[in-house]
């Protein structure tokens, strides 16, 4: 079955530590994304990427980072520098960059920082 | 950057009637999608529909059908013959064909009641 897979489904996290989440996705899309969801909003852009090697800051990329070096997986590392990590983060793809393409999510991890 | 608006924050239904959802958006792109995606509690993000702003018909899918007035900037979900596991969060997004960046609205909670 293709689809969008996460780990881990729960992340505790001490304050100062980094930690990375996982996406992987065996759809073949070209295009993958990082939202950061918080109680009562919708979804905020964090990174994307339109193709391999190659990725682009949304509007709240600061004390994160990304990197895409395979096609199937866009990480996402939640740096010390993000002042208030403590969210639920959904990874995303699509088939294409251009904006008709709807986008598919993965199951999400929860991340609390302690 | 473009912007969402569901003004309904929780609304109610009783099984097997119809509902809509509200959704306007502000946005200066000449051409652009619109999407509806559904989040039961598990959290996953679920694609219901799009439409794209060329497009004359209004789209449908099963039982979901979307209401765009595009001169008003609207683009309403209608569900139909609501069932107890529409029961989730809704959110309406929409993205620029220049780019797939999608923009959310902060959702709106629907309940169906038995």
């Known amino acids: 079955d293709g689809g969008i897979t996460q780990s881990p489904k729960y992340l505790f996290r001490k304050e100062g530590q980094n930690v990375t989440l996982s996406c992987e996705q065996n759809?073949?899309?070209?295009?993958m994304y990082w939202y950061r969801q918080d109680p009562g909003q919708g979804l905020r852009l964090i990174y994307y990427s339109q193709i391999v090697n190659d990725f682009q800051k949304g509007d709240i990329a600061e004390g994160y980072s990304v990197s895409r070096e395979k096609k199937e997986s866009f990480p996402l590392t939640v740096t010390s520098a993000q002042k208030n990590p403590t969210a639920f983060y959904l990874c995303?793809?699509?088939?294409?960059?251009?904006?008709?393409?709807?986008?598919?999510f993965g199951p999400g991890t929860r991340l609390t920082v302690l | 950057a473009q912007k969402i608006t569901q003004t309904q924050p929780g609304m109610f239904v009783q099984e097997k009637e119809a509902v809509t959802l509200d959704c306007t958006y502000d946005?200066?792109?000449?051409?652009?999608?619109l999407f509806w995606y559904k989040q039961p509690s598990s959290g996953e993000m679920i694609f219901l529909i799009y439409?794209?702003?060329?497009?004359?018909q209004n789209a449908t899918e099963g039982r979901y059908s979307l209401n765009f007035q595009k001169a008003r900037k609207s683009a309403n979900l209608v569900i139909s013959a609501s069932q107890l596991g529409d029961s989730a969060m809704y959110f309406c997004a929409t993205s620029s064909n220049t780019g797939n960046q999608f923009y959310f609205g902060t959702g709106t909670s629907l309940t169906v009641i038995p």
């Open positions: 439409q794209g702003s060329y497009d004359q």
């Open positions: 759809l073949n899309h070209d295009a």
């Open positions: 995303a793809s699509s088939i294409g960059w251009e904006g008709v393409y709807e986008q598919f």
């Open positions: 946005t200066s792109d000449p051409s652009y999608g």
